[in-house]
């Protein structure tokens, strides 16, 4: 019903938007003289407030055309490798004779679409062969092709995996820390050849019992039969998926926003007064920020109640009682982390993170206990939020370098990096990269420091 409501709120505003839209170009237009008098700019500003808040965005493109390498521009095509119900497998195929490592970049299934992480590409481009998954939008996925949840979720990632080979390096933003350690589990359990040469988990729950935020807190305080009951909606007509059980995005994106309320209501008070100012350099980066990150997609209801149930209610993952059903055999295996060996792990994360709060993606390296000292790294970025992690100039200039320096670290095959890319954006040197991005014995004794008394059970 919630769905239906929505559906219909958007339909009742159209003449609302129709309307706002007309009186924006009536208002913007050169020839009328009214739209150069305070008034005119008050009335044009108004007008696009209101159109940009009743309007529902669209999928967005990644519009990524070109890099530079080497002090010259490339070009960059956008294939697609695979194409699952559920996901696309994505390459930018940068039209240049390189041996680049391959990266996997694994975007969250959280309510926005993977191009939220077009920054996190665009730095990663000069330096690496960049792989992403390109999740589906839900309501977009006919109720015929199945069911999709976690253990899916954790298929897709094996399967692309072994498609790109042992050469690959992944990369995990937020949501999809846990899977992609359990993928990666099952594949070292199974002494699959073709396990990743390394994982960066950034910014992810994969212990939520080590701190606490208004995310986890949500989720712990009300029973799973609340979050089936109240937030899984049906997926009305006309949309491909009618009938198919979500997550809408519209709810996600309410609970992002109520998060920093004030930021985004003074955002668009900003917003406002410079579009009455004429400052229309300022207006068009809100409006680049906020197509993005109004731009949400449903997600499926069965992977949001297992996530919530396994991640956030249970921690079945660090408890060690985790467990991936196989959608081809109908077997469940134990997901084990410790079985963990060959795989490098480098984990990163914000101070001022209020998602995935400080200690959560440190606790991968207690569960990686097989893996050598000298393949476990971790770093800790100061004045970093959240979206700051894998966006904006601390991403670039700060961990982006270090991730660059950890994958080759363990990629002895890749081409040396032109000295022009390395003057944009320079190295983080070997000294420096030790001294700041610390090893397991580091994380151990912050953990052992910070945890909440006898949340740790050990598991032979």
């Not at 769905?3 to 309307?19: C, G």
Request: a negative charge; hydrophobic letters at 35%.
């Amino acid at each position: 019903m919630l769905y239906y409501l929505h559906e219909l709120q958007h339909t009742f505003m159209a003449p609302v938007r129709v309307q706002a839209e007309l009186m924006r170009s009536a208002f913007q237009n050169p020839w009328n003289p009214w739209s150069y008098t305070q008034m005119g700019r008050n009335m044009a500003a108004t007008a696009e407030m209101v159109e940009r808040l009743t309007r529902r965005f669209g999928r967005p493109e990644f519009g990524l055309h070109e890099t530079k390498i080497g002090g010259r521009k490339v070009e960059i095509v956008e294939k697609t490798i695979v194409e699952k119900p559920f996901c696309r497998l994505l390459n930018f195929h940068r039209r240049i004779r390189r041996n680049d490592p391959n990266v996997l970049l694994v975007a969250p299934m959280s309510g926005h679409y993977s191009t939220l992480l077009r920054g996190t590409v665009e730095a990663l481009l000069p330096h690496h062969n960049v792989y992403i998954t390109d999740w589906e939008d839900a309501r977009q996925v006919p109720i015929t092709e199945g069911k999709f949840n976690l253990d899916t979720y954790i298929t897709y990632l094996r399967e692309f995996m072994s498609l790109l080979g042992p050469e690959t390096h992944v990369i995990a933003v937020c949501q999809p820390t846990v899977p992609v350690l359990a993928a990666v589990s099952l594949m070292a359990s199974d002494n699959d050849p073709n396990q990743p040469a390394s994982m960066t988990l950034m910014g992810g729950p994969v212990d939520t019992r080590v701190s606490k935020t208004e995310v986890t807190e949500l989720a712990e305080g009300k029973p799973l039969s609340w979050f089936e009951r109240s937030v899984v909606c049906d997926v009305p007509m006309p949309y491909p998926g009618y009938g198919r059980r979500v997550y809408p995005g519209f709810l996600q994106l309410t609970g992002f926003m109520s998060m920093n309320l004030d930021r985004h209501v003074g955002s668009y008070m900003q917003f406002y007064q410079h579009l009455v100012e004429g400052d229309g350099e300022s207006a068009e980066g809100h409006r680049r920020f906020y197509n993005e990150y109004l731009s949400v997609m449903d997600i499926p209801g069965d992977f949001y109640l297992q996530t919530v149930e396994t991640v956030f209610q249970r921690q079945l993952l660090p408890r060690g009682r985790m467990k991936w059903r196989d959608p081809y055999t109908d077997q469940l295996h134990d997901v084990r982390p410790g079985d963990i060996s060959h795989t490098a792990l480098l984990t990163i994360e914000g101070e001022l993170d209020d998602i995935s709060a400080r200690g959560q993606t440190t606790a991968a390296h207690e569960l990686c206990h097989s893996l050598s000292q000298k393949k476990q790294y971790h770093h800790f970025q100061l004045s970093c939020g959240h979206y700051g992690i894998f966006n904006g100039r601390r991403w670039r200039e700060q961990i982006m370098p270090r991730i660059r320096h950890f994958i080759r670290e363990f990629d002895a095959n890749a081409d040396p990096i032109p000295p022009e890319d390395l003057e944009a954006v320079p190295d983080i040197p070997v000294e420096k990269f030790n001294r700041d991005t610390h090893g397991i014995a580091a994380v151990r004794r912050w953990l052992k420091e910070n945890r909440e008394d006898g949340f740790t059970e050990k598991v032979d």
